[in-house]
DNA sequence: CAAATAGTGTCTCTCAGACATTATCTG
DNA sequence: CAGATAATGTCTGAGAGACACTATTTG
């Protein structure tokens, strides 16, 4: 990486920065917020544990997001998961190896839907709860950086969208939503302006179903299947952290 | 770009993307929404133009974002711009050299502010009113679609936050701000609540100065130089377009 | 004075927040 | 019945929209 190589702007350069994706994969277990993690079996941070991520295979994949699909898939089996483009993050440190890209996905998958397979030199794979990043445990390269990164994209998201219904199994209550939103939010919300704004929005349908434990039943809901994306008009405003400025 | 390498997923391959970045650099002139564009020298596209772009010096470079600073400085001889990340772009038919990727930026410069000065492989640069493209002309590559997607980008971060003001010269007028906001939305936006918006946000310095022209002096504002980004609670809500879904 | 634009007063409406209240289940 | 959680009733306040109105300049 120390070659001199005289180039000019707007010719290709012989130096190519290493170039890959990263997809940070949400699900909740245990109503907790976790992420898939994998444990490299080679070096660099042989042994340290990585989100799923991957290099372009410029022959298969006909672009990023495809790239980004095609990784999920392969350790979770999950072909149509919601799936967005995150943040790109490119530097001279971030790999011990030289300067590189790499481009940011996040993905949620509903809860308990998920057969891991490891990859080729993955020796393991399991789901981090993200409350134990990184007290418990660092992840490698800038990876913790770039979970924080989701993360903040993700809760400023939901303060005015429906997203996390992507978290939620096929069949869920409305107090069920709301606890996935209060702990990506790590805040508490009114229950009666939370139904009020869910319901108003017309997302749900409603089913014949209840959920019964030791207490009066709630009814059970399920995502209109045709909607992917619901934007309020305002925000959960209770739940918006300072200005930056 | 037709080699079949084999190789595993984890490791890196001999054939790499091309890489880029590209900025969309917006401004404002004679009340309209312009670009800063460049005419191709060399091919492919030669003579056609492009956006502000150019690959990543990875010498210089220390990341993505001093890339994306310095073409920027090149071109208009601007150091400390309004400049985010937009999208990144990577695909195997953007460009006809084959598998390529770009990370978007777009910047915001204040009216009347630039020097233009060409590089090395630019035989003309120039400001492109964005209503001209594509009607009378057509970017090269995808950079139509790069454009359109800064800007759908930009439209949506206006209705809550004050990004605009980076477009303004020092000293301009509250009805001059709305002017640049509802020629960005391409929608009319009611004075009064215009104004009651900005002022309760207390973003703005009002000066002893006014402008006068053949009626009522207007009061002129600057922005407090310690406020970059400032986010209203809710939206303008008579500019939204109507639900994704 | 008229014309023009700057700037204000003020009413309505929507919706988030707060919190008290009622409903429906189990044991 | 009590305990628990589901679900509703209802008041307050912030702030957007609408639009009539007043203020200040030039000619």
Redesign the interface.
Known sequence: ?ND?VK???????S?????SIDVVIFTIIDKKLAVLTIKRS?EPFKGQWTLVG??????Q????MATARR?LY?KTGIKTPYLV?S??????IRDP???S?T?VYYALIPANTVQLSA????SDITWTFVHDIPNKMSLAFDHNDILTGSLVQLRSKILSSIVPVHLMPDLFTLRELQDVYELILNKKIDAKSFRRRILASEILQPTEKKRTDNHRPALLYQRKK??????F???L?SA?PG???
Do not use: F
Request: aromatic content about 6%; overall charge negative; proline content about 2%.
């Open positions: 990486m001199k180039h000019t702007d707007e010719t290709r350069q130096i190519l920065p290493g170039i080679i991957g290099y372009v295979d410029t022959h994949d006909s672009d990023l990784k392969e483009q943040q790109t993050r490119g530097n001279a190896r030289g300067w890209v481009i990859g080729v030199n993955a045709h909607i992917i994306e619901y934007n008009l305002r925000h405003e918006i200005q930056d400025s």
